[in-house]
């Protein structure tokens, strides 16, 4: 069964530092992509970046960049220069081709605090 | 300016009621979903809708019910058939169905059953 793991409950950082949250996955199929998602206080999901199983190249956008090691079957997030805004929950999710391709899979999430 | 609205922000049911939480998107999405997130879990799918007048369950959807009679719309009806409702609902959409395309959520609603 397609599951996702993130085994941090919580992690801190300092302000200004570079952090990585950790996120392993599971599955048989050849073709997925993997997300990354912030959920401030607020509630609100706020996608940060994506990464195809086939993608060469590990996705960044910004300050985000995604540690892609396929034969792992991790994909942590890796969050640099961390800003006090930066305090949140992170979850990890899985998508894959085939007959549900519209259903994400969801890690039970880390807990970011950034202090000063 | 483009996004998903969800509607309300906070509901209060009784016990035996049905309620309905509404989400609106403006991006021309064609796939719509709602999710459930339980304190300490990730988000768990209920329902979702790849084109106007059809929809799919999802991992729970025992005691929810949806329609898709817009494609800007896709409310959720919680029944009183489902059991445990009091969680937080975010609705997401994608812009095309099947294509392991981006999901964009709204802002959620929070149940809280009485």
């Known amino acids: 069964a397609q599951k996702i793991t993130q085994t941090q409950p919580g992690m801190f950082v300092q302000e200004k530092e570079a952090v990585t949250l950790d996120c392993t996955y599971d599955t048989s199929d050849p073709s997925y992509g993997l997300f990354w998602y912030k959920q401030p206080s607020s509630g609100e999901m706020i996608f940060l970046i994506y990464q195809g199983s086939y993608d060469q190249q590990n996705a960044t956008e910004g300050r985000y960049s995604l540690n892609f090691q396929k034969a792992r079957k991790s994909a942590n997030l890796v969050i640099s220069a961390s800003q006090l805004g930066d305090s949140a929950m992170y979850f990890c999710a899985m998508s894959q081709e085939g007959v549900n391709t519209d259903k994400l899979i969801f890690g039970t999430g880390t807990r970011l605090q950034v202090f000063p | 300016d483009g996004g998903i609205t969800q509607s309300p922000k906070y509901l209060f049911r009784k016990e035996g009621q049905n309620v309905t939480l509404s989400c609106e998107q403006n991006l021309n999405h064609d796939a719509m979903y709602w999710y459930r997130q339980d304190p300490g879990q990730g988000l768990r799918l209920i329902y979702y809708s790849q084109i106007v007048n059809d929809f799919q369950k999802g991992d729970i959807a025992e005691g929810y019910s949806v329609s898709r009679e817009k494609k800007e719309s896709f409310p959720l009806t919680v029944t009183s058939a489902q059991k445990n409702p009091t969680a937080f609902y975010l609705c997401?959409?994608?812009?095309?169905?099947?294509?392991?395309?981006?999901?964009?959520f709204g802002p959620g609603t929070r149940l809280t059953v009485l």
């Open positions: 997401a959409s994608s812009p095309l169905a099947g294509a392991m395309d981006t999901q964009y």
